[in-house]
C-alpha cells in the first residue's frame, strides 16, 4: 500500500495541504541553505555521504519550476554534489528524484563507492542503517561539506 491508495491524502500531500516539509516550514536534518534549495544529510542512511536536496517552495514536479528556477536548482545540484563527490571521494555520484513518498521537490545525491552494499544496483533506500559512519565521522562529513560549499560559493 502506499499513499496513492487514498486520492484524497495524496491530494493534499500534492498540495502543499498536508506537506510535511510544509507543515515544518523546512526539512529536517539540514546541512546547508542554498540559493533555492537545503542540503540534508542524516546519519541514518543506506550509504555514507548521501545528502538530498530539497526545493524551498513547494512543488511536485520538475515541470512545475520556471525556467529560472530550474536553472537555480540544477546549479544548486551541481554545487552540492560536486561538494559531496569531493569530500566523500566517491567512485560516480548518483541522482534520484521520485517524490512517491514526499512529493515536495528534491533530489537524492548518493556517492557510489567501489564494493558498495549496492554495487552493480541502484541504491535501495529502504536499506536504511545507523552504522555506515563510524563515531564523529558524520560531524566531521558535514563539516566537510560547509567548507567545500562556502569555498564554491565565493
Ligand atoms: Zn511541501
Redesign the pocket.
Known amino acids: 500500500m502506499s499513499r496513492w491508495s487514498n486520492p484524497e491524502e495524496w491530494e493534499r500531500l500534492r498540495s502543499?495541504e498536508s506537506?510535511?516539509?510544509?507543515l515544518q516550514g523546512k526539512p529536517t536534518n539540514i546541512i546547508a541553505e542554498l540559493d533555492v534549495t537545503f542540503l540534508t544529510a542524516g546519519e541514518e542512511t543506506p550509504i555514507k555521504g548521501s545528502c538530498a536536496l530539497f526545493f524551498k517552495r513547494?512543488v511536485v514536479e520538475l515541470y512545475e519550476l520556471s525556467l529560472e528556477e530550474a536553472t537555480a536548482f540544477m546549479r544548486d545540484a551541481q554545487r552540492a554534489s560536486k561538494a559531496v563527490h569531493e569530500v566523500t571521494g566517491a567512485i560516480k555520484m548518483n541522482y534520484e528524484i521520485h517524490g512517491n513518498t514526499i512529493p515536495?521537490l528534491h533530489v537524492h545525491l548518493f556517492p557510489r563507492y567501489v564494493g558498495d552494499a549496492f554495487e552493480g544496483q541502484p541504491i535501495n533506500p529502504r536499506v536504511v542503517t545507523t552504522s555506515v559512519y563510524a563515531p564523529n565521522e558524520f560531524a566531521d562529513f558535514v563539516s566537510k561539506i560547509e567548507t567545500r560549499l562556502s569555498e564554491s560559493g565565493k
Open positions: 502543499g506537506c510535511p516539509i510544509c513547494h515536495h
